[in-house]
C-alpha cells in the first residue's frame, strides 16, 4: 500500500537536500525504523520523491499483512515524517496526503507503479469452448479485443482502462467482502489481453493484468457479519495463521480471475451480438410483486 504526503520548505535547495539526505541508505533505515515502530505488520519498503517547485511529495510503500492497510500505513507515514523533520525542523508538514498514493481517483502512478496487491492471470479456453459455449470463434474474439479494449480505449486518453467491464466485477465482489467501494476507481485498473493459442492458433489464450487492488481481509467492513461471512466462503477470512498478507494475496488472485472470467463472457456476447438480445431477455421480463410486512417488493423471475 502506498501513501504520499506533501511536505514543503523555504526553498528549492532545502527541497533537493531533503531528497538527497533521503536518498542515502542509512538514512531510508531511519525512516523505515520509526514506520516500522508504529506496527507489528506494517514494513516500509521504500520511498520515491517527487518535487515540484518548493513542495515534496514523498510516496511510501509498505507490506500492511492481510489488511487493505489505509490506516496503517497512515500511521508509520507520520512517524516517518517526524523522523524527517527532526533533521529539516524548517519542513512543513502540510498533509499526510498529498494525492500522489493515490487514492480513489484516476492516476496514470498507480497504473505504472502500482498500488495495494498487482496481480496477473491467465486461461486458455479451447476453441471448441469458444464456439459451443462462447458462440463466437477465436479470431472474432482477439480482433474485438484489438479495436475495442486496445484502440477505443487509447483513443478516449484512458488510463488503466483497457478492459471491456472490470470494474462490474471488481464493484459487486468489494461489496459483498468487506472492502472499501469508493477504492473501486483504483482497483478496476486492468488491460486484457486475447491471443490465439495452439498448434493451429485456434485456441484462445486471455489475460488480465491488474497492477492496482486495494484490498484486505482483516480491518473495516470486513467485520460486518455478511461479509465476513463471505470472506469465509472463499476461505480467506480474516488473517493467515502462517503467513501474514496471504489472505490478502488470496482475495486479489480471486478477483483478478473473476474479472477475467467476465471480461470472457461481455466480450463474447459483443463478437456473437447477443448482447442486446440477452439484456431484453434477463432484464426486461415482467417482474412479480411479494409483500414484506406493509412493504412490497418487485421481484424479477
Known amino acids: 500500500m502506498t501513501r504520499g504526503p506533501v511536505v514543503r520548505f523555504g526553498s528549492i535547495t532545502r527541497v533537493s537536500e531533503a531528497v538527497q539526505w533521503l536518498g542515502k541508505p542509512e538514512n531510508f533505515e531511519s525512516v523505515k525504523s520509526g514506520f516500522d515502530s508504529t506496527s507489528r505488520f506494517a514494513k516500509l519498503l521504500k520511498l520515491s520523491t ?121 464493484t459487486a465482489i468489494f461489496i459483498a467482502t468487506g472492502q472499501d467501494a469508493a477504492q473501486n476507481v483504483t482497483s478496476s485498473n486492468c488491460m486484457t489481453i486475447m491471443e490465439p493459442h495452439g498448434e493451429n492458433g485456434d485456441d484462445l489464450l486471455i489475460s488480465c493484468t491488474m497492477p492496482s487492488v486495494e484490498i484486505g481481509t482483516v480491518g473495516g467492513g470486513t467485520i460486518l457479519p455478511a461479509q465476513s461471512s463471505c470472506l469465509e466462503m472463499l476461505g480467506v477470512k480474516g488473517a493467515h495463521s502462517e503467513v501474514p498478507g496471504d ?27 447477443h448482447l442486446v438480445k440477452s439484456h431484453l431477455k434477463f432484464n426486461r421480463v415482467g417482474g412479480t410483486t411479494t409483500k414484506i410486512g406493509d412493504r412490497s417488493m418487485s421481484c424479477q423471475t
Not at 494475496?249 to 463478437?271: F, H, N, P, W
Request: glycine share 10%; with cysteine.
Open 50 to 170: 517527487h518535487i515540484a517547485g518548493r513542495y515534496l511529495f514523498i510516496r511510501f510503500v509498505a507490506q500492511t499483512g492481510d489488511a487493505m492497510g489505509m490506516n496503517m500505513i497512515s500511521k508509520g507515514t507520520e512517524q516517518g515524517l517526524n523522523v524527517l523533520q527532526s533533521q529539516f525542523p524548517d519542513m512543513e508538514i502540510i498533509s499526510l496526503s498529498g494525492n500522489v498514493c493515490t487514492d480513489k481517483k484516476p492516476a496514470a502512478i498507480n497504473w505504472i507503479e502500482g498500488r495495494g496487491k498487482s496481480v496477473v492471470c491467465e486461461a486458455v479456453v479451447p476453441a471448441n469452448i469458444v464456439q459451443t459455449v462462447l458462440k463466437t470463434n477465436t479470431h472474432s474474439l482477439i480482433d474485438l479485443n484489438m479495436s475495442k479494449n486496445m484502440v477505443g480505449s487509447a483513443l478516449a486518453g484512458s488510463v488503466g482502462g483497457f478492459n471491456a467491464h472490470a470494474a462490474n466485477i471488481v
Open 247 to 273: 489472505n490478502a494475496k488470496q482475495l486479489a488472485r480471486i478477483v483478478c480471475a473473476s474479472v477475467l472470467a467476465g471480461e470472457l463472457s461481455l466480450m463474447a456476447a459483443l463478437a456473437s451480438g
